[in-house]
């Protein structure tokens, strides 16, 4: 029995050796030298993905804030405005902090574990939507000419096979046809490259062109750095720098947010890991909320404002026509009421509802499945059809949100 304990043993010891030895003659032969940093930074430290307090793992750029700070003004109900069921479902998806303003106050926040008011945590690919937003601001200022200009203008290296066919707005409509792999699962996606990565530049402008740009909306990190680097030659200033100046001091934010770099002096992470916190959040939802402005100081032009929230015509990777996202801004019709949102892939919300000035911000660790076609046989409705592609907690975060809004009217 000790002998075959022994054997069996030996033969594990072997195995792992073999394994071992096998996954870094592949890293190396591959050069995907990216994951043994991956690996570093989530297994070995008890995770399985990136987390929303990754911050300090890389090289960060700071978005100032203002000296001048503008805090928001407060109007909470007494009490817990949610139920014990709601309660439930925010723990049952690990969120981290809550937030609802109505009427430019706030009128309920909420925070689970270590995440307080000062935290900040990572956005995620809500951080799209705002370089969607200085890609706006750049093309008022003149930095930009047109949105239909062609992508190698402004990145020359980004050319030939087809590539020169893309424009700005193909990259806004998340329909530039390139090969990027999108996957938050993957190790050997594009999206883990990017992430544990350190040439973000030589990883989007390595992409091939394999559809038609414009006709079909494929979601693709890869176009939203891409508009960054495009920011970056038409301002002559690096992402941190056109976004404090532009949007985070126009807002009031009340603290500084920091956007990973992908090396020492590098380069923004723009497709995700826009830290800030909760509160500053919100304030993206506002400007997103009153048409770009910010109280009576027009933020986001306006002209491009219409255009951002505006479905591009195009179809969905399901077949359907598109009236889910417009330039980098998901959208979506509740109860007759355009909502506009950001959202990132462990349940980052900031939700602007401009018909009923309501704004709710949802932070955590986990995100709901979009909802598939099948929430069709439930009933081929218009409102079903208007669900799919969408998050299911998306729906619940904005029936709590107005549930707290009618609370704090009622105080």
Not at 327 to 351: A, D, E
Request: aromatic share 12%.
């Amino acid at each position: 029995m000790k002998r075959t304990l022994l054997k069996w043993l030996k033969r594990i010891g072997w195995f792992v050796l073999i394994l071992f030895l096998s996954l870094n003659i592949f890293v190396v032969l591959s050069g995907r030298f990216y994951l043994y940093k991956g690996v570093y930074y989530t297994y070995l430290h008890g995770e399985t993905s990136p987390t929303i307090y990754d911050l300090d793992k890389f090289y960060n750029a700071t978005v100032k804030a203002p000296e001048k700070k503008e805090p928001w003004k407060f109007n909470l109900a007494k009490g817990e405005a949610l139920s014990s069921e709601d309660l439930k479902y925010m723990d049952t998806w690990r969120t981290s902090s809550f937030l609802v303003v109505k009427n430019d106050k706030i009128v309920y926040e909420h925070y689970w574990d270590e995440h307080h008011p000062e935290t900040v945590s990572n956005s995620f690919s809500a951080a799209k939507t705002v370089v969607s937003i200085l890609v706006g601001i750049a093309r008022e200022e003149g930095h930009i000419k047109s949105l239909d200009e062609p992508v190698h203008k402004y990145i020359p290296e980004f050319s030939g096979k087809g590539k020169e066919k893309i424009t700005i707005r193909h990259l806004l409509m998340m329909a530039s046809g390139l090969d990027w792999t999108e996957s938050g699962k993957n190790p050997l996606s594009e999206n883990a490259e990017s992430y544990y990565g350190w040439d973000l530049r030589g990883l989007v402008t390595r992409q091939h062109a394999i559809r038609e740009p414009g006709k079909e909306f494929i979601y693709q990190s890869g176009n939203s750095q891409l508009l960054s680097f495009i920011v970056e030659k038409a301002t002559g200033k690096d992402l941190a720098t056109y976004a404090s100046e532009k949007l985070w001091k126009p807002i009031g934010a009340e603290s500084d947010a920091f956007w990973s770099l992908d090396k020492k002096n590098g380069d923004e992470k723009a497709f995700c890991c826009l830290y800030s916190t909760t509160r500053d959040f919100a304030r993206i939802g506002k400007i997103l909320a009153n048409h770009g402005k910010w109280n009576k100081k027009q933020v986001i032009p306006g002209e491009y404002f219409d255009e951002m929230v505006r479905n591009p015509e195009m179809t969905t990777e399901e077949g359907v026509p598109n009236t889910r996202y417009g330039l980098h801004i998901w959208t979506y019709v509740s109860n007759g009421h355009p909502v506009y949102y950001c959202r990132g892939i462990k349940g980052q919300y900031i939700i602007a509802i401009p018909d009923e000035q309501l704004i709710i911000v949802r932070t955590g660790h986990e995100r709901a499945p979009n909802v598939e076609r099948e929430i069709l046989q439930q009933g081929d409705t218009e409102a079903n059809r208007e669900k799919i592609g969408h998050p299911a907690d998306l729906f619940e975060y904005i029936r709590m949100g107005r549930v707290i809004a009618i609370k704090s009217a009622d105080k």
